[in-house]
């Protein structure tokens, strides 16, 4: 079936450091790709997404690219804030309509 | 554009007691999610509604859960009997359509303890 691999967290970083967050899947067919935020006290946001293979998503200085060759959709943020302190979620959907999450990887940011 | 709205935010029952959570989706959106979501695990399906037929059930425990979608907007998921594993946020989630491109929209959820 269908899964999502995410690096395991928690990840702690200091203001405007470089983040990468992995992500690789296993789907059948071709699946779309999202990362999810939840800030504390919040749903669930869509941060970004990307429907086909070498598609880049990109929001707030957020960017991942679907990597078909690799099946991976790694999350990267050149400059992290303390507002982006939240946990972050990979999700894929395939050809059976049902949005399969990973784990989860918090992050905080320190000023 | 209120957003997917939960109710009630938190509750706290003992088990064996039965419980109902409450969800209104966006306006327009006919097709609704329900969720459940472990301490540190992402969320699973749970049932899946387009309009008030569920089109996929087959995560659902049926033994304890049900859920409904009359007139095809508002929804209601129960527990009963509730179990100390039922602990959980129950998430309710909506999106205009089932094109796997779709963005869901998810409300604040509900975090059920079970004592």
């Known amino acids: 079936g269908d899964s999502v691999t995410q690096m395991e967290g928690p990840v702690t970083l200091s203001e405007e450091a470089f983040l990468t967050i992995n992500c690789t899947y296993t789907?059948?067919?071709?699946?779309?790709l999202f990362w999810y935020v939840q800030y504390p006290g919040e749903g669930l946001q869509l941060l970004l997404k990307?429907?086909?293979?070498?598609d880049k998503g990109s929001n707030k200085g957020f960017e991942a690219t679907y990597r078909k060759e690799t099946t991976s959709f790694h999350l990267e943020k050149g400059s992290v804030q303390v507002s982006d302190s939240a946990v972050y979620f990979c999700?894929?959907?395939?050809?059976?309509?049902?949005?399969?999450f990973g784990t989860g990887t918090r992050l905080t940011i320190i000023p | 554009e209120a957003g997917v709205v939960q109710s009630p935010r938190y509750k706290i029952i003992e088990k064996k007691q039965p419980v109902a959570f409450w969800c209104n989706p966006i306006s327009g959106h006919n097709t609704l999610y329900w969720y459940l979501q472990n301490l540190g695990q992402g969320p699973e399906l749970l049932i899946r509604y387009e309009n008030e037929e569920a089109v996929d059930d087959s995560q659902l425990p049926k033994d304890r859960f049900s859920a409904e979608r009359l007139k095809g907007v508002d929804s209601t998921l129960k527990i009963q009997p509730a179990e100390l594993g039922d602990s959980a946020v129950y998430l309710c989630?909506?999106?205009?359509?089932?094109?796997?491109?779709?963005?869901?929209?998810f409300g604040p959820g509900t975090r059920l303890t079970v004592l």
């Open positions: 789907a059948t067919g071709y699946p779309s």
């Open positions: 999700a894929l959907i395939s050809g059976n309509e049902k949005l399969t």
């Open positions: 989630a909506s999106s205009q359509g089932r094109t796997n491109s779709n963005e869901q929209f």
């Open positions: 990307a429907t086909k293979a070498d």
